[in-house]
């Protein structure tokens, strides 16, 4: 399969602890994007990457939220001192520039948190 | 903030039947749109997509229009088949921003047989 993964596809943790979230884009895509979906609710835009630069941040993303793509390959997400509103649905999508070309982006499956 | 929305949280809609699936947006700065497709556990599955310059973009028994005019985009599914029933979402980019997609709560359509 040559789609978007993410690891893991669930994680349950208390609230205070750290989690970790991996992304794997479609091999050559330059774009990597993270985005937060709540139940019912259309995903949400965190962050992105163009090759190993975060050129974009959110609001959303508060300073307990870092997320590095260091090779500009895979990314991680780190989220800090969960808190219970951070459960939800933490999707990546990749996508690759041609040009001045918009290309789609390609969703992963997320990993679905659960903070306790 | 400028946001996608839809007019309909669930559309419900006989197996062979025609389905359009409606979505106003409120940035006219918006240049380029995607419909996507969520089934329950899944990541979004890209559908269709639309630039601004264009009004009408046909795919496999999918249809995206654009009216800019009165910023209304709509899916229009044809045929539809118990596989359609999903979530589906429209998103919108905004003209001079690098990438970031601003999606709509997203319409349910169930297919009843």
């Known amino acids: 399969d040559t789609g978007v993964s993410q690891d893991p596809r669930h994680k349950i943790t208390k609230r205070g602890q750290n989690v970790t979230f991996r992304c794997d884009p479609i091999?050559?895509?330059?774009?990597l994007y993270w985005y937060r979906q709540t139940l019912g609710q259309g995903p949400e835009f965190l962050t992105y990457f163009q090759n190993e630069a975060q050129l974009e941040k959110s609001r959303l993303l508060s300073d307990r939220f870092s997320a590095e793509r260091p090779k500009g390959s895979f990314s991680t997400l780190e989220i800090q001192r969960t808190e219970q509103g951070d459960s939800a649905m933490y999707l990546c999508a990749s996508s690759s520039r041609t040009g001045e070309s918009y290309n789609e982006q390609f969703f992963g499956p997320g990993t679905r948190l659960t903070v306790l | 903030g400028e946001s996608v929305g839809l007019h309909l949280p669930t559309l419900s809609v006989q197996e062979g039947d025609n389905s359009i699936i409606n979505c106003a947006y409120s940035?006219?700065?918006?240049?380029?749109f995607i419909w996507y497709k969520q089934e329950s556990g899944k990541g979004p599955q890209f559908i269709i997509d639309i630039r601004s310059n264009m009004d009408k973009r046909q795919g496999q028994r999918v249809t995206v229009l654009l009216n800019k005019t009165v910023k209304h985009l709509s899916l229009q599914i044809a045929a539809t088949q118990p596989g359609d029933s999903a979530v589906y979402f429209c998103?919108?980019?905004?003209?001079?921003?690098?990438?970031?997609?601003?999606f709509g709560t997203g319409t349910r359509l169930q297919v009843t047989l």
């Open positions: 998103a919108e980019k905004e003209s001079g921003t690098a990438s970031k997609l601003t």
């Open positions: 940035n006219s700065a918006s240049d380029y």
């Open positions: 091999s050559e895509h330059n774009r």
